[in-house]
């Protein structure tokens, strides 16, 4: 190759822009040191997706990138004049605005663009020698904004964002919205801001799957830089390009979407050493399943059934060790877990669900999904007797010991540590036909060494979240109600749940958007369509899919009338 | 300040993991010419005999990362006359244990210029190893240097480290009046032309 030629090329590598720049980046805690000397660059156009274990500091290197926190010590700053902005695990808006009003703020400055815009081709009419001049090249200026902003089109794009998000109506009073709505408005908010750098924590709690799918093609094709957290592994998947691992205070880069990463890190577990033969097998499962075609995936998930039921024949204690997280067993099941017959229920004339009927299957594992507000946490409150059914009935098997994780309903204490939350200061806790060691019961939700002593007051999000876990799945059951037991979970402790479930002789009904939770771990599938059916399906969450192409419907897509709202 | 480092990254032990990666980079590289093959060689092989390749305290040797800096125009490079070494120098460092060589050399550069780059090639252009000679406690060993090339924002002003007595832009041709090491002045010819 010529000289010529290879500057050619090298000039060509070059051309990838940074926008971010961090140079011995530290933060810390009070005496806790989180980010122990990070240097990185964020290229322009670059998808990048933040993964580590709660606690690792994400959230916190993506609030000092937004220019949020800025007690830290070491450079972090965007090169040149880049605009950043920042979607927060719980977004801040304006208190006296509607909806309607906190949108338009975020698009204010495309309008003034726009107005300037109109304003300058007036002026140009009448200007004349180097005042025409002047007007001519601002006039490109911001026609070249208008193109690269999207202001043409602003008012359907914002149609439909507000629409694909599930913003609520325009006129509600942001005071009075729940907390998932805040944060959809938020979201919607910043994607029309169109900052430079994109930051979104969790951008996929309280989104169902129509939107989360509609998010993903937006930010693929976003025209600038995002950087995110979150635990939606099929999202990063369909987004990213890069995965920056944040560990014990240091950042390292991977080139490539989640399935390169995890690839990428069993290789460097494997050439490490043996002490980490444990999380090298439970990224190679995890690999190995990613790897399987759909259809090998579905063969899996019938075998999967049949495992469990072979597996129920076993004792509880035999089980292989391998597993690093093992939910106490209840007692055996019989063949009668939850039996729903001709259920209706409905609000103020208005019905959730009519004729509903299915069974849970012994060490079946049922994914109920749906869009919010359709009846899910209806029907789990009918199956735990909290509510009554307007009709039908709910059967639970005699020897069913059900345990309901509702994240609400558990009271954690901010004052005390990890160790007590989980055990209540209890030395040994009841598992399978004996007991276990408490501390070994909290380690095996990752909780290590000097963690199970932190007061939860200082625990992350997402540490909380397993602690309440943790604290939940404490009594034996062998039927277990599990409400959006993902949201802000990290990686490693999800994959750990996956394998725990996978492992559970017992049955379980779990409520979730996460359709790759889903897809590891449900043998059947009930799907709330939100036109008041409801669909039972033998299989797992991508062989419910097929099942639904096959009829002409993607679920991916949001159809019927909302559609052609959006053309506007 | 400087001798804590040290201090730290004698501790420090070689991660394997981080020689792959350095080795990837290295083996990646499409050499120009036979010299530069024959030290990509044993670069490789340096890597694979020594574990702690990328730490300092290796000493037969050890892995550095350098950056040559372009101006916006492409017309200059700057360099920075070395205190310790006395030379007229490229920007660069050691890589203290990090695997991500083209990291390592954007660290240097910024450190030692003050300058963030507004473009940087992910990939090396150039490979060279040279001997440094001894220096008070240290024995003489070799750099076994991976090179990368960047530019600089237009009107960037640079800030001098203590590292350096000056900073100074060269057009090629005052370039090749300074009498540089061999395998500077062939990177400055290549970019430069």
């Not at chain 1, 995890?286 to 998930?301: D, F, G, N, V």
């Not at chain 2, 530069?36 to 044993?42: G, H, I, W």
Request: net charge negative; with cysteine.
């Amino acid at each position: 190759m010529t000289s010529a030629a290879r500057l050619a090329i090298l000039f060509a590598l070059m051309s990838d822009r940074i926008v971010f720049q961090v140079q011995d980046l530290h933060k810390f805690y009070d005496q806790r040191e989180v980010l122990k000397g990070i240097t990185l660059s964020f290229l322009e156009g670059a998808k990048i997706g933040l993964i580590g274990l709660n606690g690792a500091g994400k959230s916190t290197l993506m609030r000092i990138i937004s220019g949020q926190d800025k007690a830290f010590e070491g450079t972090a700053k965007p090169v040149g004049d880049q605009t950043t902005g920042y979607l927060s695990q719980e977004p801040e808006l304006y208190e006296d605005k509607t909806v309607a009003g906190n949108i338009e703020v975020a698009v204010g400055h495309l309008r003034k663009l726009e107005a300037r815009y109109f304003e300058v081709m007036n002026l140009m009419s009448e200007a004349e020698g180097a005042e025409a001049e002047k007007l001519t090249l601002e006039y490109d200026h911001l026609q070249h904004d208008m193109d690269a902003k999207g202001i043409w089109d602003l008012d359907s794009r914002l149609e439909q964002a507000k629409h694909a998000l599930q913003v609520p109506p325009d006129d509600r009073s942001v005071k009075n919205l729940s907390g998932g709505e805040r944060r959809r408005v938020a979201l919607c908010q910043l994607l029309l801001e169109h900052p430079d750098i994109l930051l979104l924590d969790e951008p996929t709690n309280h989104l169902d799957s129509e939107s989360i799918a509609w998010l993903e093609g937006h930010l693929a094709d976003y025209d600038g830089t995002v950087i995110l957290v979150t635990h939606d592994r099929y999202f990063l998947d369909n987004v990213v390009g890069w995965m920056l691992e944040i560990e014990r205070g240091k950042a390292k880069p991977y080139e490539g979407n989640y399935t390169a990463y995890l690839e990428q890190k069993q290789r460097e577990e494997a050439a490490s050493s043996s002490q980490n033969a444990r999380t090298e097998k439970v990224l190679a499962r995890e690999l190995e399943w990613i790897r399987r075609t759909p259809a090998a995936r579905q063969k899996q998930s019938k075998a999967r059934l049949k495992r469990y039921q072979e597996m129920a024949s076993e004792r509880a204690e035999d089980q292989a060790e391998s597993v690093d997280l093992r939910i106490p067993p209840g007692p055996r099941l019989g063949d009668r877990v939850v039996e729903v017959r001709d259920l209706k229920k409905g609000y103020d004339g208005c019905t959730l669900f009519e004729g509903l009927s299915f069974e849970v299957p012994p060490q079946g594992k049922l994914g109920v999904i749906g869009p919010n507000g359709v009846g899910k946490s209806t029907l789990m409150k009918i199956i735990i007797g909290q509510e009554t059914p307007d009709a039908g009935k709910v059967t639970l098997g005699s020897t069913v010991q059900l345990s309901f994780v509702d994240q609400s309903r558990t009271v954690l204490q901010d004052d005390q540590s990890v160790f007590q939350n989980i055990t209540d200061g209890n030395l040994l806790l009841p598992f399978a036909s004996g007991t276990i060691d408490s501390r070994a019961y909290v380690a095996r939700f990752n909780f290590k060494g000097e963690d199970q002593q932190r007061a939860l007051s200082e625990c992350s999000g997402g540490m909380r979240n397993r602690v309440l876990l943790a604290k939940m799945l404490r009594e034996p059951a062998n039927l277990v109600i599990l409400d959006e037991p993902t949201n802000d979970l990290d990686l490693d402790t999800l994959r750990v749940l996956e394998e725990a479930i996978q492992h559970y002789p017992g049955s379980m009904i779990i409520v979730t958007h996460d359709r790759y939770f889903l897809n590891r771990v449900a043998t059947h599938i009930l799907s709330f369509e939100g036109d008041g059916t409801v669909v039972f399906h033998h299989g797992d969450y991508e062989s419910y899919k097929d099942w639904k192409r096959n009829k002409g419907e993607d679920i991916d897509k949001r159809s019927g009338p909302h559609r052609q709202f959006t053309r506007g | 300040m400087a001798e804590t480092r040290a201090e730290e990254l004698r501790a420090k032990a070689p991660d394997p993991r981080e020689v792959q990666r350095a080795r990837a980079i290295v083996a990646a590289f499409n050499a120009p010419d036979p010299e530069q093959a024959a030290d990509q060689e044993r670069i490789l092989r340096f890597l694979d005999d020594h574990q702690d390749a990328l730490l300092r305290t290796c000493l037969p040797g050890h892995l550095t990362a350098s950056c040559l800096l372009l101006d916006a125009s492409r017309e200059r490079v700057l360099l920075h006359h070395h205190r310790k070494l006395d030379l007229w120098l490229q920007f660069g460092g050691h890589a203290d244990g990090e695997g991500d060589l083209a990291s390592v050399a954007r660290r240097e550069l910024l450190e030692e210029s003050g300058i963030n780059p507004s473009e940087f090639a992910s990939e090396p252009f150039d490979l060279d190893i040279h001997l440094i000679p001894a220096h008070k406690s240290e024995p003489a060993h070799e750099h076994l240097d991976v090179r990368y090339m960047a530019t600089a924002p237009q009107k960037a002003t640079f800030v001098r480290s203590e590292e350096s007595n000056s900073l100074e832009w060269f057009t090629g041709q005052e370039a090749s009046a300074l009498g540089l090491d061999p395998s500077l002045a062939r990177m400055i010819e290549f970019a430069l032309g």
